[in-house]
């Protein structure tokens, strides 16, 4: 498979996420083992995944400015999904869960903020060739499209997966060309970079032509109904 360009181009903002803990199914660095066995009920692969330790986990602590730690978070994605699709075709390759973990704090900016523009793009990188990226917060409370409480976080991360393109599209509804994109993705071993520019500032520049058309919050006409994202 090809390496993207990405892997070879030059970093300034290299370091901007200090490495706490390299991949592994038994973090020490942050205690998720109640979490993930309350997750099993959300979600239908994760109690075999974690049976057959198929699920990682990679733990980054902040350690630069916002526009640095995007840039590095976006690189350790694509760190993620490359290791990833060449595996996802082998056996039990639907199990494979990646998860990047995010610990420390920029002064005035939650993690939400922080997570929102590289998990934007690499969602758009990487689903026409069938890998989803998903983002959870450290105590915050979500809650599925019926209505369900899901389990608070201890910490926020980046789950990347296999797309299960029965199941998938249907959490993009708001995105329905990603939505598309995902139900007929198909990995030909291409170059995802091919295409587009290699440092973080373009990556972003690229990434806004695919955001939904703004629209009007019901509470708020003055607030965009998108994903909040971060722009430094």
Not at 186 to 210: L, N, S
Request: glycine share 6%.
């Amino acid at each position: 498979m090809t390496i993207p360009r990405t892997t070879a181009a030059p970093r300034p903002t290299a370091g901007a996420l200090r490495l706490v803990e390299p991949g592994t199914t038994r973090p020490e660095s942050v205690d998720i083992s109640t979490y993930v066995q309350r997750m099993t009920a959300h979600c239908p692969y994760l109690e075999a995944s974690l049976r057959q330790d198929l699920t990682a986990w990679t733990v980054y602590r902040v350690d630069g400015d916002a526009e640095a730690v995007e840039a590095e978070l976006f690189h350790a994605g694509v760190q993620a999904a490359e290791w990833l699709r060449p595996l996802l075709n082998r056996p039990h390759g639907l199990l494979r869960c990646e998860n990047i973990v995010l610990l420390g704090e920029v002064p005035g900016i939650r993690h939400r903020e922080l997570m929102a523009w590289p998990h934007w793009a690499l969602k758009n990188l990487y689903g026409p060739v069938g890998v989803m990226f998903g983002k959870f917060y450290a105590g915050e409370e979500e809650v599925t499209a019926t209505g369900a409480r899901i389990p608070t976080a201890p910490a926020s991360f980046l789950p990347v997966r296999a797309a299960v393109r029965r199941r998938d599209p249907y959490f993009l509804r708001a995105t329905p060309d990603l939505a598309a994109a995902l139900a007929a993705a198909a990995d030909d071993g291409r170059d995802v970079f091919e295409h587009i520019p290699a440092q973080w500032k373009e990556i972003r520049t690229w990434t806004r032509r695919f955001l939904p058309p703004t629209k009007p919050s019901p509470s708020s006409p003055d607030t965009s109904a998108n994903p909040p994202l971060h722009s430094s």
